[in-house]
């Protein structure tokens, strides 16, 4: 079963420019996260796709937006983009979500090899 | 607000020996945590779970230990191998954090032949 893909791979942009990312999560699973690792940042939770519907939203500007199509596939976007922004994008899947108050088991998330964007 | 920590940004151990990480978290909500493993350019790569019920679970040479008192969490890796470099991640969720994974800021291991 292939795994988490992720376009592209790498990306430069300048500054005020806006960029969209891709996920494809592995074969039958329908939640999709994303995350931002900066260094000596870990990984820092974006959002987080289910039935095309955003479940869940960290502590980011609304520069950052996503969605998520009826194959399960997601986007995210980065719009007016910041120097602060170079980062390695991760997007993570499960097989269904677990539920705000729901009990385990917890599903795993698998990760892609994640999109290197820099801003110049 | 660093929900989850690891207070080791390195770690250097001798091929053969354990390698013991750690892991501390906050939120007394978190009941299932996961360990990763990332290497340069690639994505983290599951490598054990264990759920709040439980205070070990073991993979072949990897072993999760959970100390729910203590809000602690500690991966071991026995016997070390030099393919076991790598950055290694924990991660936490909770009932009430829905699917939302909380991550450690990464321990840096390097087994050394």
């Known amino acids: 079963k292939a795994g988490v893909t992720q376009t592209p791979r790498y990306l430069i942009k300048t500054r005020g420019q806006q960029v969209t990312l891709s996920c494809s999560p592995i074969?039958?699973?329908?939640?999709v996260s994303w995350y931002q690792q900066t260094p000596g940042q870990g990984l820092q939770f974006l959002f987080e796709?289910?039935?095309?519907?955003?479940?869940n939203k960290g502590n980011f500007p609304g520069r950052f937006s996503g969605r998520q199509f009826s194959n399960s596939r997601s986007e995210m976007n980065v719009s007016t983009l910041e120097l602060g922004d170079s980062a390695l994008y991760l997007c993570?899947?499960?097989?269904?979500?677990?539920?705000?108050?729901?009990?385990?088991?917890?599903?795993?998330?698998?990760f892609g090899p994640g999109t290197r964007l820099l801003v110049l | 607000d660093q929900q989850v920590k690891q207070n080791s940004p390195s770690l250097s151990v001798q091929e053969g020996r354990i390698s013991i990480l750690n892991c501390d978290y906050t939120?007394?909500?978190?009941?299932?945590f996961l360990w990763y493993k990332k290497y340069p350019a690639e994505g983290p790569t599951f490598l054990i779970s264990?759920?709040?019920?439980?205070d070990k679970n073991e993979d072949g040479r990897f072993t999760v230990f959970l100390n729910k008192s203590a809000k602690h969490l500690s991966l071991h890796i026995v016997p070390s191998q030099p393919g076991d470099s790598a950055v290694y991640f924990c991660?936490?969720?909770?009932?009430?954090?829905?699917?939302?994974?909380?991550f450690g800021t990464g321990t840096s291991l390097t087994v050394i032949p």
């Open positions: 074969s039958g699973h329908r939640s």
């Open positions: 939120n007394s909500m978190f009941d299932y």
């Open positions: 993570a899947s499960s097989l269904v979500p677990r539920l705000a108050g729901g009990h385990l088991p917890q599903e795993t998330q698998y």
């Open positions: 796709y289910f039935s095309e519907t955003q479940r």
């Open positions: 991660a936490a969720s909770g009932r009430d954090t829905g699917n939302q994974f909380y």
């Open positions: 264990i759920s709040s019920i439980k």
